[in-house]
């Protein structure tokens, strides 16, 4: 199977590395990359958010499935330009993907699809949001419609901030002419939890849980970010959490999707609060999500290819089940000085070859690097690297994740020190 991956973060890497690792795949192609996927793919310099670009390079390469990694191209239709070709696509359409390009759509389609999620109000002026505040009461949780890039939320409770947030959603410092909308939303209480899920739009299979670190600090203290660690599996989650996530929420959404008439296929990843009143949405997203995916295909014993390729062709119903590894992964981010506010960029990354443990127990995932003129890896965006690990239990996991972290030098990098802490007890 030739197999050609879209995007260039650590989620793509972590893709591109268990497709390597399949012996059905002969032939590995990941455009943009980045500096690690070099390594295991050949890279091609092609905008990911192109379409035709997308599907013409698809077509030179004969690949066998296109797997559409980030939101973005997802969201402007990059998976349909390659579908119109006849070439099978791992992802969802755009029109699907707005159950994570809009989150004022997810709602109406969890309304319809009866899926428990946060009571909610849409507003698209400052004086309706001060009003849904006001209804709802602290903490505040305000969300910006569109997609933005993991740094749409604000959560507080501090109501100056929430309105202001609401604000610059809408545009209203901006002059954004666009009528910006906002959702406003009850504040869920309880552990999250990200599930995610393979589905051709029919059959639904559900991989196992993980959860992230959204928070830039220690503590899940300092502003939202795209995720600074995860860790799989949950030790503390009910058990049956996966069967009634699936009954509750996961099938019921890409039934209502299909009924009406956007099936979804792909990643449909479930961001859930475990909360005192049951088990409720936060948000959907239409791809798998960075970081967690690390840690949840670190685990997966199923070959990749076969199972996205099921997925691209209808086909899921017939697949094995999937075979998991009954041990632990635990990832830890490593981000450039300033992030999320103000990323720097441009700094060597030295040590990578260190951190990689020999038994592939542990293993640098690139997010934002790129190769200078010399070879030399340099950062290139918020989030550099993904430091992955995987052990026995979370506390051998977290503990070889942080030593390989430790070999690894980046002016000004920054990172938690406390990913699966907790939960490795
Ligand atoms: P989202 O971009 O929707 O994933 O939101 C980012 C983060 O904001 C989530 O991971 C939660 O930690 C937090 N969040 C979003 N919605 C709520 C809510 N209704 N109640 C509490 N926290 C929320």
Not at 241 to 269: A, C, I, K, M, N
Request: glycine share 12%; charged share 20%; with cysteine.
């Amino acid at each position: 199977m030739k197999v050609l991956v879209i995007g260039g973060g650590a989620r793509e890497h972590a893709l591109c590395r268990s497709l390597s690792q399949d012996p059905a795949v002969t032939e590995l192609h990941c455009a943009p990359g980045n500096a690690g996927i070099a390594q295991v793919a050949t890279v091609h310099p092609v905008d990911q958010l192109d379409g035709a670009a997308v599907a013409a390079l698809a077509r030179l390469l004969t690949a066998d499935l296109v797997v559409v990694g980030p939101e973005a191209p997802l969201v402007a239709g990059v998976a349909d330009a390659v579908r119109a070709i006849g070439i099978p696509v791992f992802g969802p359409s755009g029109q699907a993907a707005q159950l994570e390009g809009s989150k004022a759509f997810a709602k109406d389609v969890m309304a319809g699809a009866n899926v428990p999620t946060a009571r909610s109000y849409l507003c698209t002026t400052v004086a309706e949001a001060a009003e849904a505040l006001d209804a709802f009461g602290a903490p505040y949780v305000v969300k910006d419609d569109g997609l933005a890039a993991g740094k749409g939320v604000v959560v507080t409770s501090d109501r100056a901030e929430a309105l202001a947030h609401a604000a610059s959603c809408m545009g209203v410092s901006s002059g954004r002419q666009d009528g910006g909308r906002v959702v406003i939303e009850e504040y869920l209480d309880g552990p999250e939890v990200s599930l995610f899920a393979i589905t051709d739009g029919v059959t639904v299979l559900p991989l196992q849980p993980a959860q992230d670190f959204k928070r830039a600090l220690d503590g899940d203290e300092g502003p939202n970010t795209g995720g600074m660690g995860a860790y799989s599996p949950l030790p503390w989650a009910p058990e049956g959490l996966v069967e009634e996530v699936l009954e509750t929420v996961l099938q019921p959404t890409v039934d209502e999707l299909r009924r009406r008439g956007t099936p979804f296929s792909g990643l449909l990843y479930a961001g859930l609060a475990l909360t005192s009143r049951g088990t409720r949405v936060i948000e959907f997203n239409a791809r798998f999500g960075d970081p967690e995916t690390q840690v949840v295909l670190a685990r997966l014993r199923t070959p990749l290819a076969g199972v996205l390729h099921a997925s691209a062709t209808g086909t899921l119903e017939l697949l094995e089940p999937l075979r998991w590894d009954e041990g632990a992964a635990v990832t830890v981010v490593i981000a450039s000085e300033g992030y999320p506010a103000d990323p720097r960029t441009g700094d060597p990354i030295e040590g990578l070859a260190e951190a990689e443990a020999a038994d592939g127990t542990a293993y640098v995932l690139h997010a934002g690097t790129r190769l200078d003129g010399t070879g030399q890896v340099l950062s290139a965006g918020g989030r550099v690297l993904s430091v992955t690990a995987t052990g026995a239990d979370l506390a051998e996991a977290r503990g070889r994740a942080y030593d390989a972290l430790a070999s690894i030098r980046l002016k000004g990098g920054q990172h938690r020190t406390d990913i699966a802490a907790k939960a490795a007890g």
